[in-house]
């Protein structure tokens, strides 16, 4: 990887550290420092994301700073039209890219389910539609602990996005 790519990949992956840490909302926050930085996407595929943090809607499922990795690249690289996914060259290299990253993901923590990494960095996974869980991930170091993730699920998301031939347009 090139300097001026290891670079990316750090600012990239601060970003999405400050914003998690700052704003919250771990797919929302890895997407939108990939796009500010890379130049991906816009506004509406930025609010798309938001459901998607704490694991789909709060629910502890696929880890929401791993979707906004998987977002990004869907931008970067997906089709651009309805076509048979079959012969969609886009539909592939998102694919193939995406699977990527979440091996890559999966080999950093470990699993890409939330609560499983909540388990694995607090030693329990919390119930995010309940003020006092919410609460006690908050006492837990949740806006500690859950920004490093978002960190490295960008940075991840970056260096596959890099690797694979992506070079950032000058507006987005």
């Not at 998690?20 to 939108?32: D, K």
């Not at 979707?67 to 193939?96: C, H, N, Q, V, W």
Request: contains cysteine; proline residues 2%; hydrophobic residues 35%.
């Amino acid at each position: 990887m090139s300097e001026s790519h290891a670079n990316l990949v750090t600012k990239i992956g601060e970003a999405a550290y400050e914003y998690e840490r700052t704003y919250h909302g771990c797919s929302q926050c890895v997407l939108r420092a990939l796009q500010d930085h890379l130049k991906l996407g816009n506004r509406e595929s930025y609010k798309a994301a938001t459901a998607l943090a704490g694991g789909i809607a709060r629910m502890g499922e696929t880890c929401g700073a791993l979707m906004g990795g998987i977002m990004a690249i869907s931008l970067a690289f997906g089709r651009e039209e309805l076509e048979d996914s079959s012969t969609s060259p886009g539909y592939t290299k998102a694919m193939e890219l995406s699977m990527e990253l979440c091996r890559r993901f999966q080999e950093a923590f470990g699993t890409t389910q939330c609560r499983e990494i909540h388990k694995a960095l607090f030693g329990r996974s919390f119930n995010f539609w309940d003020l006092e869980e919410r609460k006690a991930f908050v006492k837990a170091g949740g806006y500690e602990k859950c920004p490093e993730v978002a960190r490295r699920a960008a940075e991840l998301a970056t260096e596959v996005i890099l690797s694979a031939g992506y070079e950032p347009r000058s507006e987005v």
